[in-house]
C-alpha cells in the first residue's frame, strides 16, 4: 500500500509564506518526477512545480521566483516554499508521485489527499 501524506497548509496573510511538506511511505521501490499541484474553487487542477531525481525544477510562470520545489530522495518526502503568497493562490494543494511500488512493473501516478491553502488577510 501506497501512501502521500501532505502536512502544512493553513491560513496565511498577503505576502506571507508557507512551506508544504509531502511524505510518501509504503512498499516504494522507485520514485520519479514528484509535484505538487493546486485547485482552486470552480477551477481545474494545475501544475505548480515539479523536480526529478537529479533536483531539475519546473514552474509556471504564475509562481516562477516565488515558489521553490525541493525533495529528499532518501527520505522520499517533496517540499513545496511558498513566498509572497498572493489571495489568487489560495487553493488545494496536492503533492503527487510518479512511482514503481515494490514488486511493480510499471510507474503510475499517485496522489496525496491534499491540503489547503489560503491566503487572505
Known amino acids: 500500500q501506497v501512501q502521500l501524506v501532505e502536512s502544512w497548509g493553513g491560513l496565511v496573510q498577503p505576502g506571507g509564506s508557507l512551506r508544504l511538506s509531502c511524505a510518501a511511505s509504503g512498499s516504494i521501490f522507485s520514485i520519479k518526477v514528484m509535484s505538487w499541484y493546486r485547485q482552486a474553487p470552480g477551477k481545474q487542477r494545475e501544475l505548480v512545480a515539479t523536480?526529478?531525481?537529479?533536483?531539475?525544477?519546473n514552474y509556471p510562470d504564475s509562481v516562477k521566483g516565488r515558489f521553490t520545489i525541493s525533495r529528499d530522495n532518501a527520505r522520499k518526502t517533496v517540499h513545496l516554499q511558498m513566498n509572497s503568497l498572493k489571495p489568487e493562490d489560495t487553493a488545494v494543494y496536492y503533492c503527487?508521485?510518479?512511482?514503481?511500488?515494490?514488486?511493480?512493473?510499471?510507474?503510475?501516478?499517485?496522489w496525496g489527499q491534499g491540503t489547503q491553502v489560503t491566503v487572505s488577510s
Open positions: 503527487a508521485a510518479d512511482l514503481m511500488s515494490t514488486g511493480g512493473t510499471f510507474y503510475q501516478l499517485y
Open positions: 523536480i526529478t531525481p537529479a533536483g531539475s525544477t
